[in-house]
C-alpha cells in the first residue's frame, strides 16, 4: 500500500508510483520536464567543495534520465550565528560552479535558520518524452557500465573519524565534484535505454532496483571488475564502514547470490552508500567497447561490472 495517493495523469510520464531518479512530465510531444531535488549535510570539511559535491550530486538525478539541466535553486538550512556568512559563500559559491559548468541557470533558492547546515538543490530539466531512460529498460545481454569508482560512503564516514589518507580523500573529491554530464552525453549519443545514478542504496542496491523494474532480467556482477577508490578496502577493513552499507547489505542478502565466497569488506563496498556516485549505464554488447573508449576519453574511469542475463531473475549474481 503507498503511503501517498498515487495519482495517475496521462502526461505524469514518471511518477512515484515506479520510483525513479526524478519525476518526468510531459509538456508537449516534443518535451517533457524533469524535476528533482536532493539536500544533504556536509560530507567533507572545505565549504566550497561541499556546495559543488552537493550540486553535482542533485543535478546527477536530471542526468540519469537521459535530460539536460535548465534551472535549479538552492536549499540551504544554516546555523549563521555559529559559522558566520563566509562558510555558507563558499559552499554556494561551490554549488554556482557545477550549476553553471552544467550549463544551467541558477534562479533562486530559500534558506532556513537551522544548527546543523544542510545544502542541495532542486533542479528542472528536460528531456524528449521518447528519450527517457528508465531503470526498467534493461535487456538480457546488457552490459552494465558504472562511469565512477566506488568508495565515497566509507571514505566519508572515516574522514569523520579523521582517519583518511590525503590522496584517498582527494581522489573522493575528484569523484565527488565530477558532474555525470559528459557520461549521459555519451549514453545519448550511443542511445541507450536504461541507467541511474548510484547514491544511497549502493552499486548492488541501485542494481537491483534496475532488474526490479526490467522483470526480464537477473545480473551478474564482476566482484573482481569493479572499481574502488584506492584506499578504501582499508578503511573498510578499519571498521570505518557506514550504517546504511550495512542495512543496503541485508536488504539486498535474500536476492544476492553469490558463486564463491567473496570478500565481506567487498560486499559492504558493493552496498557502501555513494555521494554524487556514477551512472550505471545498461549498454547493449555491440556498443561496449565503444562506450567505454568514448567515455575514457572524458577523462572518466569506466568499467563494464557485470551483464544482464535471462537467468536468475530479480536476482543479482555476484561473481568472484
Ligand atoms: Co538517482
Ligand atoms: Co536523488
Ligand atoms: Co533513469
Known amino acids: 500500500m503507498p503511503l501517498l495517493p498515487v495519482q495517475a495523469d496521462e502526461n505524469l510520464l514518471v511518477g512515484t508510483e515506479i520510483p525513479d531518479d526524478a519525476a518526468v512530465y510531459r509538456l508537449n510531444k516534443e518535451l517533457a520536464l524533469i524535476q528533482t531535488v536532493d ?3 556536509p560530507v567533507v570539511d572545505d565549504p566550497y567543495y561541499y556546495g559543488q559535491i552537493a ?5 546527477s538525478d536530471v542526468y540519469a534520465m537521459g535530460g539536460k539541466p ?3 535553486m538552492n536549499i540551504v538550512c544554516f546555523p549563521c550565528k555559529l559559522l558566520g556568512t563566509d562558510v555558507l559563500v563558499e ?6 560552479a557545477k550549476v553553471a559548468e552544467a550549463g544551467a541557470l541558477l534562479v533562486g533558492g530559500h534558506t532556513i535558520n537551522d544548527n546543523e547546515p544542510k545544502y542541495g538543490l532542486s533542479v528542472t530539466g528536460i528531456v524528449s518524452p521518447e528519450k527517457i531512460w528508465t531503470k526498467g529498460g534493461v535487456k538480457p545481454g546488457d552490459r552494465f557500465i558504472l562511469t565512477k ?15 583518511v ?3 584517498v580523500l582527494e581522489e573522493a573529491i575528484h569523484w565527488m565534484t565530477t558532474l555525470n554530464k559528459e557520461a549521459a ?10 541507467c541511474t545514478d548510484i547514491t544511497g542504496f549502493g552499486l548492488l542496491g541501485h542494481a537491483f532496483e534496475m532488474i526490479r523494474e526490467s522483470d526480464e532480467c537477473g545480473i551478474v556482477f564482476f566482484a573482481g571488475s569493479i572499481p574502488i577508490i584506492e584506499g578504501t578496502l582499508d578503511l573498510a577493513g578499519q571498521g570505518l564502514v557506514p550504517g546504511g552499507a550495512v542495512s543496503n547489505r ?13 570478500d565481506p569488506l567487498l560486499l559492504d563496498l558493493f552496498c557502501d552508500p555513494q555521494t554524487s556516485g556514477g551512472l550505471l549505464l545498461a549498454v547493449p554488447e555491440e556498443k561496449t567497447e565503444e562506450a567505454l573508449q568514448l567515455l575514457r576519453q572524458k577523462g572518466l574511469n569506466p568499467a563494464i561490472v557485470g551483464k544482464a542475463t535471462s537467468e536468475n531473475k530479480g536476482k543479482i549474481v555476484l561473481e568472484s
Open 70 to 72: 535548465l534551472t535549479a
Open 165 to 167: 589518507p590525503a590522496p
Open 250 to 262: 541485508e536488504y539486498l542478502l535474500p536476492n544476492l547470490l553469490m558463486q564463491k565466497k567473496v
Open 185 to 194: 552525453e555519451v549514453a545519448r549519443e550511443l542511445e541507450i535505454k536504461a
Open 91 to 96: 559552499i554556494l559559491r561551490g554549488g554556482a
Open 39 to 41: 539536500f544533504f549535510p
Open 149 to 163: 569508482p566506488l568508495g565515497t560512503g566509507i571514505i566519508t564516514t572515516a574522514l569523520k573519524a579523521d582517519m
Open 55 to 59: 550540486a553535482a550530486n542533485a543535478l
